[in-house]
Nanobody
């Protein structure tokens, strides 16, 4: 069992940056494939980025490629999402997710554990 807690969301102007963090409980965090998803108001949850257990493999949605960077520190049981050059269309609740299997996974149904989400609002 893994419990995930996101932090770092907030209000930022277009062009600005935010770094989201996802702190995980459990001794086996390093064995989990981790992902970030987002859900804008009235829309379905969508894949943003994911990272393999070692950090060697990273995967991004086309909409964020080149602007967002996912990373992890297994010693701290934490995964990060650095978001640069933010746009108003990045506004959403951002969720951290974990899968005990190898991945890569791009669909929400492939992840077993979810955080409560953190709001990111980008003003124009």
């Amino acid at each position: 069992q893994v419990q995930l807690v996101e932090s770092g969301g907030g209000l930022v102007q277009a062009g600005g940056s935010l770094r989201l963090s996802c702190a995980a409980s459990g001794r086996t965090f390093s064995m989990y494939f981790m992902g970030w998803f987002r859900q804008a108001s009235g829309k379905e949850r969508e894949f943003v980025a994911a990272i393999s257990w070692s950090g060697a493999g990273t995967y991004y949605a086309d909409s964020v490629k080149g602007r967002f960077t996912i990373s992890r520190e297994n010693a701290k049981n934490t995964v990060y999402l650095q978001m640069n050059s933010l746009k108003p269309e990045d506004t959403a609740v951002y969720y951290c997710a974990a899968s005990p299997r190898g991945g890569p996974y791009y669909y929400a149904r492939d992840y077993e554990y979810w955080g409560q989400g953190t709001q990111v609002t980008v003003s124009s």
